[in-house]
Structures are given as structure tokens and as C-alpha cells.
């Protein structure tokens, strides 16, 4: 289905996220991203920063393809489900979603 707005494509997102731990890794993938640049940046190696998708893709590709048993969105919608985890993970941080 094509979306018109990341606000009618995030309830479709929420609803891939349905496993507990799939939502679990995408938190972990997400916070390890954030440490990665920070420390990248830190100490001033940009060479970290191709480590970044690795990482981040890696923990929730392993969550929809083990546990969610779903396809990720990144592969039909890049944009915005990469915006999706960024929000995911702040409203599980801020206990909004249920981790």
C-alpha cells in the first residue's frame, strides 16, 4: 500500500512490531547506534560510521526474521521506516511502547 505520510504509515509499522522481542532488538540496535556515533565522533574515526547500518539493521533484521516472522519495511518503505525506529525507540524510552 503506498503511504502519503509517515502519520498513516506508522500505525501499518506499529503493527510489524507486534513481538515483544523484535521490538527488544530494534531498541538494543538503535541504542548501540547512538553510542557507535557518539564514540565515532569522539575519537574522531569516521571509519565507525560504516559500522552504523551493520549494526542497526542487523539487530532488527534478526528480530522480523526470527521472531517477528515478518518481512522488515525497510525493504518497501526505507524512509520511512527508518524514521519509525527512531520513534519507536524514543517512545519505548519514554515508556509509550512497551518493551
Known amino acids: 500500500m503506498p503511504y502519503t505520510s509517515f502519520k498513516d504509515f506508522y500505525p501499518y509499522y506499529l ?4 513481538n515483544r522481542t ?8 538503535s541504542a548501540l547506534v547512538l ?23 542487523g539487530f532488527a533484521w534478526v528480530g522480523h526474521f526470527f521472531f517477528e516472522k515478518n518481512r522488515p519495511a525497510t525493504f518497501k ?5 527508518l524514521m519509525g525506529d527512531w520513534v519507536m525507540f524514543w517512545q519505548m524510552l519514554r515508556g509509550q511502547i512497551r518493551f
Not at 22 to 29: A, S, T
Open 35 to 57: 553510542l557507535l556515533l557518539l564514540a565515532a565522533l569522539l575519537r574522531g574515526q569516521a571509519a565507525l560510521l560504516w559500522l552504523l547500518p551493520v549494526i542497526g539493521y
Open 77 to 81: 518503505h526505507p524512509l520511512y521506516s
Open 22 to 29: 523484535c521490538r527488544r532488538l530494534h531498541f538494543v540496535g
Open 15 to 18: 503493527g510489524e512490531h507486534q
